[in-house]
């Protein structure tokens, strides 16, 4: 043999070694995939916030005593009133015609009664000498004792008229603000229909509407914070005051929030949003992409000491935009996958990796407390070096068949970031 051919297949033999061993070093490499992985966080106390309006804690509505026609309206709504002040008149016309008619018949009881009283007094005189006898005495006596109750009567129905007439005023029995009107100029109403509606001074409270589906996570005297649309930088301490026992027509409950504090800074009419914290136990939150589920049933992937990984079955809770509340199934100091979790397989090795891309340490259960370790300076660049001289290498028929499910790793590492 030539020392030409000798030299050419020492080089041949050579090469097919080295590409051997690559391409085994880069299936070990391609079985231990990279996989980004996170730690569940806790579930916070959670809120939730209701619109609502600010009102008086007491309110009344004010109407005339008498019917009649509206002759003057004096106040309108948002105008502040102060006790004893008039607020609207109706026609009294009839009130003082049946005035006069009472005063009329008043007077006439009040002459019948004094000639019945008269002629009593008389009567009285004259039966003891005998000169009238005791029937007609007892006559003149009933006659003195009706004509003295139609005088009480003909009182009272004077009394009666003269109210009337007074009552064609409606007066503000406390100091407060309009917030509703419903007469005008003109119109005729009933005795006891409402004309105005006053917010009386005093306490303010927010009322909102909470559905059916979440009323049972309020009760009374629970504690709130509110704040106004208009200065939405202030907050108010709040509690439930109030909770209706039944839900109107769009099913939902009426809730009254009184203020604690503040209430002058508050204004009637403005809207507010009420905040509620409720609080969790034994909650963790876990990103949305981390879930899987089989035959009805939610899964995540968790990490090994030995970065094998395993399918939990988990219980999830409520759903948020970018995270799922996890009630059972996992600890805190527990590491899941964040994505692709539908090309993993049981018991399969991963590189695990935090969102920055560095290289994560599962410490065993005892030490659940210890965070995610990273890598040093120099680990950091002999993983680069290793990885650019992976990326280096022809790729062979293995790989080739491996690659379309390292592109699809680092799609899902690339959505979750």
């Not at 033999?13 to 995939?33: F, G, I, M, N």
């Not at 003057?72 to 009130?95: H, I, N, P, S, T």
């Not at 439930?240 to 929030?257: G, H, L, M, N, W």
């Not at 022809?394 to 959505?415: E, M, Y």
Request: hydrophobic share 40%; proline share 3%.
């Amino acid at each position: 043999m030539s020392p030409l051919k000798f030299v050419l297949m020492s080089v041949l033999l050579s090469c097919s070694v080295l590409l051997t061993a690559c391409e085994k070093k880069y299936v070990e490499a391609d079985s231990h995939p990279f996989v980004m992985v996170t730690q569940p966080s806790s579930a916070h106390d959670q809120l939730k916030s209701y619109a609502g309006d600010v009102q008086a804690r007491q309110q009344t509505a004010l109407a005339f005593r008498v019917g009649g026609q509206i002759t003057e309206r004096f106040v309108d709504v948002g105008q502040r009133v102060k006790v004893g002040q008039v607020l609207a008149k109706l026609d009294v016309k009839d009130a003082q015609l049946n005035l006069s008619a009472a005063q009329a018949q008043l007077e006439n009881a009040q002459s019948a009664l004094k000639i019945a009283e008269q002629e009593f007094r008389r009567h009285q005189q004259l039966l003891p000498i005998n000169a009238v006898s005791r029937s007609q005495y007892d006559v003149a006596e009933n006659q003195y004792k009706a004509a003295l109750s139609s005088l009480k009567q003909a009182e009272s129905a004077y009394s009666t008229s003269r109210n009337q007439t007074q009552y064609n005023q409606l007066i503000a029995n406390k100091s407060g603000v309009i917030t509703a009107r419903e007469i005008e100029v003109g119109q005729v109403v009933a005795a006891g229909q409402m004309a105005y509606q006053l917010a009386i001074d005093g306490d303010r409270e927010v009322v909102i509407g909470v559905p059916e589906q979440a009323i049972n996570e309020i009760k009374v005297g629970q504690n709130a914070w509110i704040t106004l649309w208009s200065k939405p930088q202030d907050k108010f301490a709040g509690f439930v005051r109030e909770i209706s026992p039944a839900a109107d027509q769009s099913r939902t409950f009426s809730v009254k929030v009184a203020l604690k504090q503040g209430q002058s800074a508050i204004q009637l009419g403005q809207s507010a949003r009420v905040f509620f914290s409720h609080q969790t136990q034994q909650q963790l939150n876990v990103p949305l992409s981390s879930i899987s589920a089989n035959d009805n049933q939610a899964y995540v992937w968790v990490v090994n000491p030995d970065h094998s990984i395993r399918k939990v079955a988990v219980t999830v809770g409520a759903y948020g935009r970018d995270s799922a509340t996890i009630l059972s199934g996992l600890t805190a100091s527990d590491w899941v996958v964040v994505g692709g979790v539908h090309l993993l397989r049981e018991q399969q090795k991963i590189h695990p990796i935090d969102c920055d891309n560095r290289s994560v340490k599962i410490q065993a259960q005892a030490q659940s407390n210890t965070q995610a370790q990273p890598q040093t300076r120099d680990q950091t660049q002999k993983q680069a070096q290793t990885n650019a001289q992976l990326q280096a290498q022809p790729q062979t028929q293995n790989q080739a068949q491996n690659q379309p499910q390292l592109n699809a790793f680092s799609t899902a590492q690339a959505g979750v970031n």
